[in-house]
């Protein structure tokens, strides 16, 4: 269970039944009161060696920018919603590109205005859409501080049409198993072989444990995906990635394998992650490989189109071996 160092919060989120209780959780830890949670001064100006200590604070603010962004692969758009950041330190993590060493979780207490605009967006619209609430945050983590994915389900079956969608890197589902969802939040669980998980995201849970989160959630008839994400291509990552596939196969229950879905991705990585991974991780392994990657723009570096399509190709064929009936969303 996360415990904050310290609370940095807006003052008007306790005019927010949210903020209002998480004031109330939080009572005996330090606060400190800002003006703008994008805009924390004293963040800043931290060195890129107290990233993790950083990520020890809790900010509480109010979500001005609600715009939905397009998307293409497992929904419709993607949500601005309840959280962004994260307390989990993944070495290649995304956000870290938005918000450099300012990563850290940072909580909105206007949850109903958020979710009230997804059910108004879904219900006029002539088709059924899934709403992406997961893009900028973990909601499964998330959930453990807020209750904020239960609120959210409860408050979304009613609605007439849509579905919402987000990915996790956490097992922390028993919460959400006995919850009236009625066939409408999809949950995609990231995975990746063992070795990664300990020594690139930290802080987040083991291999173990994430399966058997899949297996509790396919009973509870939440339909579920399986990121095999970001693909990193290390040394012998042919042999760790089989060794996922067929761990997967093994361990996921009967139900679990008739109805999942994949997506592939290959780790896309950046100048930011280097310069702050080299200060707050200086012992850990090296994922950058100037051999196998090129640059794709803006300080971004993705593995030479060579190496991916053999990366395709070797996981389609492994995969064709265990989940031939199992649909792969996209590989990218």
Not at 23 to 42: D, T
Not at 89 to 101: E, F, G, P, Q, S
Not at 193 to 221: D, H, M, Q, Y
């Amino acid at each position: 269970m996360f415990k904050p160092k310290a609370i940095y919060f807006e003052k008007d989120i306790v005019n927010y039944e949210l903020g209002k209780e998480l004031m109330e959780k939080y009572k005996e830890v330090p606060k400190v009161e800002i003006e703008n949670h994008n805009n924390i001064e004293e963040m800043r100006k931290k060195s890129n060696k107290e990233f993790m200590d950083m990520k020890r604070n809790l900010i509480i603010g109010i979500r001005k920018t609600h715009k939905f962004v397009p998307n293409h692969k497992t929904s419709d758009f993607l949500v601005p919603y309840t959280s962004s950041g994260c307390t989990a330190a993944c070495m290649y993590c995304y956000l870290v590109c938005n918000y450099n060493k300012c990563a850290y979780l940072r909580l909105f207490v206007n949850r109903e205005k958020m979710l009230e605009k997804i059910i108004k967006t879904s219900e006029t619209s002539e088709k059924e859409l899934t709403f992406e609430i997961g893009s900028n945050s973990d909601l499964i983590l998330e959930n453990t501080i807020t209750n904020n994915l239960v609120w959210t389900i409860e408050n979304f079956k009613d609605a007439k049409k849509g579905f919402l969608t987000l990915p996790t890197k956490f097992s922390m589902v028993d919460d959400i198993l006995d919850l009236e969802h009625r066939g409408k939040v999809i949950i995609r669980m990231s995975v990746n072989p063992k070795e990664i998980i300990n020594r690139v995201e930290f802080g987040t849970s083991r291999l173990e444990v994430r399966i058997e989160a899949i297996n509790k959630l396919s009973e509870a008839g939440y339909k579920v995906g399986i990121l095999i994400a970001p693909v990193i291509m290390v040394e012998n990552w042919k042999e760790l990635y089989k060794e996922l596939i067929i761990e997967l196969d093994n361990k996921l229950s009967k139900k679990a394998k008739q109805q999942v879905f994949f997506e592939i991705i290959f780790m896309t990585y950046s100048f930011v992650h280097t310069k702050i991974n080299e200060e707050a991780f200086p012992n850990a392994i090296q994922i950058y490989d100037k051999e196998k990657m090129q640059g794709r723009g803006k300080g971004k570096y993705m593995y030479k189109t060579e190496l991916r399509e053999e990366g395709k190709k070797f996981l389609l064929e492994e995969m064709n071996k265990y989940f031939r009936d199992n649909t792969i969303e996209y590989m990218v």
